[in-house]
């Protein structure tokens, strides 16, 4: 049991509508970072946040935002969605005390968005 | 900026030892993460090396070496549940992203 859980599992979306995905960390973890995942590729990092604030964030556009709520929930949003959006969407949490803080990530299963 | 190689594909046969290697170039190392992703899963974490040498941890040892900007994964007696892609990580310099290798799909065959 990882006790980061993810919803929903599956999601088919058009192009040009707006997702919203959700996570929640397991307790006490500070700590969330959100990555993209394409098929037989790596995590692609999109953004971390550490108690409610964006304190990293990877090559991806304006239009993927996201929040974290001091219940440890978060949310990733994505508008205009795109094609090449389609993709496993992996939220992940630790412990770590924010920004030099080395901690290995727990995963959830993460959120399979097609977008047709 | 952060590079990280690894082998797209390997095989093996069950009860085998396959090594998988990971090459990094980063500024402001901190260590180096392994984790395991079977298909359609999330990806559970498996070792960490921040100092120079061989991490041994039952069948799954990890290697490191800063000097080369190198590290292993050691897999022995390999068993068909061992078919997963592994995946090489390593934090930037400010410690706010986990940034990870495309991974290694390794496929054990009886």
């Known amino acids: 049991e990882t006790g980061v859980t993810q919803s929903p599992t599956h999601l088919i979306k058009t192009r040009g509508q707006q997702v919203t995905l959700r996570c929640s960390s397991q307790s006490g973890h500070n700590t969330v970072s959100w990555y993209q995942q394409a098929l037989g590729q790596g995590p692609q990092f999109i953004f971390q946040?550490?108690?409610?604030?964006?304190?990293g964030r990877g090559n991806f556009p304006p239009r993927f935002s996201g929040l974290q709520f001091p219940n440890y929930s978060s949310e990733l949003n994505v508008n205009a969605l795109e094609l090449d959006d389609s993709a496993l969407y992996l939220c992940?949490?630790?412990?770590?005390?924010?920004?030099?803080?080395?901690?290995?990530?727990?995963f959830g299963n993460g959120t399979r968005l097609t977008v047709t | 900026g952060q590079n990280i190689d690894q082998p797209t594909e390997m095989t093996a046969t069950e009860g085998a030892i396959v090594q998988i290697n990971c090459t990094y170039q980063?500024?402001?190392?901190?260590?180096l993460f392994w984790y395991q992703q079977h298909a359609g899963e999330a990806p559970t974490f498996l070792s960490y090396n921040v100092l120079d040498g061989l991490e041994e941890k039952g069948r799954f040892s990890s290697f490191l070496s800063r000097s080369k900007g190198y590290s292993y994964l050691l897999l022995k007696e390999l068993q068909m549940k061992d078919s997963a892609s592994y995946l090489c990580a390593t934090y930037n310099q400010a410690g706010t992203a986990l940034i990870f290798g495309k991974g290694t799909t390794l496929s054990v065959s009886s």
């Open positions: 946040y550490y108690r409610e604030e964006e304190n």
């Open positions: 980063t500024s402001g190392f901190n260590g």
């Open positions: 992940a949490s630790s412990p770590g005390q924010g920004p030099g803080e080395y901690s290995p990530l727990h």
